[in-house]
Every structure is written in structure tokens, then in C-alpha cells.
């Protein structure tokens, strides 16, 4: 009996070790945590964002960020299912336009109601590109 439970207590450990390892490789442990981390980007290059959404409710992603250091290159909406009223992702393509430190504050709201009901934080160190025909790879070319 006594044997029973700790065979069973050792599968239940090791269970729950291996579902916290494979949500962490999948990234759904510590989101809030990447939110902080800077996205390295070099002068010219373009970077995606793409965020969930469902534009049959109503609310869309609205980005506030320093157009001295950014610029917003395209906006675009995806849809992620075929079905009546199905989510997909709004997503924003920025071009590093200056070295610095940029942060976009989205926000998911209705444009007539400007209440936020989710919010997100990007955080991107722009450096300078290596030389006129080398730069870092870029997500959105």
C-alpha cells in the first residue's frame, strides 16, 4: 500500500515537472516577464507585433510610441478562423528609424469608449546597423 502511494506521488511530481517544462518551451510561463525584456533591433530594420484579437466585439489594439524613434510601416488585422465572429491577431510593423530606446504601449479598447480592458508593453533597443548593406535580420522583410 505504502509502496502504491509513493510510486503514485512520484508520477504525479514528475507529471507536474514535465507540463511546467513544456509550457515554459511554448511560452506560456512567465508572459509578463517577456513583455519586459528589449527586443534588439538595428537602424532600419522592421519588426512585427502581432496581438490577439476580434474585431467583431468591437475593440481594437491601439499602439502609443515615440515616432522619433519608430515609425509604423503597417497595421493589419489576420484572420485566425473562418468562422462567424472567430479571433484572429492585429498585427503592427514598426521600422527602427534612430538608436535609442523605444517602448509601445498598446491598448485594447473601443476607439468610442477609450477604457482599456487589456493592456501590452513592448520595449525595443535600437542600435546602429553594422554598415550600409549589413543589418540584423528582420522579421517583416
Known sequence: ???????????LVLGSIAG???????????EADAQNEATVLAVGNTYEVPLDANLTTGYIWVADYDDGLLEL??????VGSELMGGSGQQVFV??????????????????????????????FDIL???DDG????????
Open 73 to 78: 510601416v503597417d497595421e493589419r488585422y489576420e
Open 20 to 30: 511546467g517544462l513544456t509550457a515554459f518551451a511554448h511560452g506560456n510561463e512567465g
Open 128 to 130: 546602429p546597423s553594422l
Open 94 to 123: 514598426f521600422r527602427a528609424l534612430t538608436v535609442g530606446r523605444a517602448q509601445v504601449n498598446f491598448s485594447y479598447l473601443r476607439p468610442c469608449e477609450n477604457e482599456a480592458i487589456e493592456t501590452d508593453i513592448r520595449t
Open 134 to 141: 549589413a543589418r540584423f535580420p528582420s522579421t517583416a522583410e
Open 1 to 11: 500500500m505504502k509502496r502504491t502511494l509513493v510510486v503514485m506521488a512520484v508520477v
